[in-house]
């Protein structure tokens, strides 16, 4: 079965970039879109933007300007970065696999276990 | 803030059903798409219960059942179990983006 893992530094400074990345194992990254998400602590999900396997992006319009996601096939990861972070953008991040299905129909599974940022100096 | 409205919290005693609404609007549920439903048990991360309004995935109890009706969609959980303890979480989409539910906490009595 599928199986996604987050990887990246835990403590990003204010002001600084956030860079994460998804490793898929157990599949291929192909032909499916991926997805980022995040959670600041005892709050509500947040979908950040999506990649699929030829690198075409969608964000979300909110944090459009300040997000960067990339793919790598042949190592099956997929990446985020985000830009001048504060501390409104500490939360656990989640990568995601978006159903192969049209934009409006998609549901996310499997789910990576998140990775905690926490942006402070 | 989340665009999908849902009650900070519901509860239940075992055996009981409990019922979660998930309120869009004409932009989101209301404009066709589809409703899932998610739930996360505490640390860990969300986990699918229901797709496309009322499908459940393979593993997954049918004492769970969703709906979806004009702007709005539910989530039934019927037979109230110890393990359903939990926090559930709609999700549509809004024509340029995913939006979720604000979720809400089920208790067990």
């Known amino acids: 079965q599928v199986q996604l893992q987050e990887s990246g530094p835990g403590l990003v400074e204010p002001s600084e970039t956030l860079s994460l990345t998804c490793t898929v194992s157990g599949g291929s990254i192909s032909t499916y879109y991926w997805s980022w998400i995040r959670q600041p602590a005892g709050k509500g999900l947040e979908w950040i933007g999506r990649i699929y396997d030829s690198g075409a992006t969608t964000h979300n319009p909110s944090l459009r300007s300040r997000v960067t996601m990339s793919v790598d096939t042949s190592k099956n990861q997929f990446s985020l970065k985000m830009t001048s972070v504060t501390a409104a953008d500490t939360a656990v991040y989640y990568c995601?696999?978006?159903?192969?299905?049209?934009?409006?129909?998609?549901?996310?599974?499997?789910w990576g276990q998140g990775a905690l940022v926490t942006v402070s100096s | 803030q989340s665009v999908l409205t849902q009650p900070p919290s519901v509860s239940g005693a075992p055996g009981q059903t409990v019922t979660i609404s998930c309120t869009g609007s004409?932009?989101?549920?209301?404009?066709?798409?589809?409703v899932q439903w998610y739930r996360q048990l505490p640390r860990t991360a969300p986990k699918l219960l229901i797709y496309g309004n009322s499908n459940r995935p393979s593993g997954v109890p049918d004492r769970f059942s969703g709906s979806k009706s004009g702007t709005s969609a539910s989530l039934a959980i019927n037979g109230l179990q110890a393990e359903d303890e939990a926090d559930y979480y709609c999700?549509?989409?809004?024509?340029?983006?995913?939006?979720f539910g604000s979720g809400t906490e089920v208790t067990v009595l």
């Open positions: 999700q549509s989409y809004d024509g340029s983006r995913y939006v």
């Open positions: 995601a696999r978006g159903s192969i299905t049209t934009p409006g129909n998609r549901w996310f599974d499997p």
């Open positions: 004409s932009s989101d549920i209301g404009a066709g798409y589809d």
